[in-house]
Nanobody
């Protein structure tokens, strides 16, 4: 199983970006999908998570600005980021809890860089 993230880039404060992360391989089922981020000099934090049932949680700092969604038919999770702030600058990592032919476990994407200029 592999997760391929895309959509990062450079944007001015107040702008928007949409991150995508597609899982591929022999996948039987996917439970939670989500996004973490790690800013320079800071610890990694959970940004948003969406369960297979559609329950969603966000870190307080992105509530009202970011929207997580998933397309189960495409094994893909998205993160729509609006009203971006310089403090959103980070490497964003997607993950998915996947049951595949080898068992169950968490799989991570390679990280995509988001840079927000002031």
């Amino acid at each position: 199983v592999q997760l391929q993230a895309s959509g990062g880039g450079l944007v001015q404060a107040g702008g928007s970006l949409r991150l995508s992360c597609a899982a591929s391989g022999t996948i039987f089922s996917i439970n939670d999908m989500g996004w973490d981020r790690q800013a320079p000099g800071k610890e990694r934090e959970s940004v948003a998570v969406i369960t297979s049932g559609g329950s969603i949680n966000y870190v307080d700092s992105v509530k009202g600005r970011f929207t997580i969604s998933r397309d189960n038919a495409k094994n893909t999770v998205y993160l729509q980021m609006n009203s971006l702030k310089p403090e959103d600058t980070a490497v964003y990592y997607c993950y998915a809890d996947i049951k595949d032919d080898l068992g169950s476990g968490s799989h991570w994407g390679q990280g995509t860089v988001v840079t927000v200029s002031s």
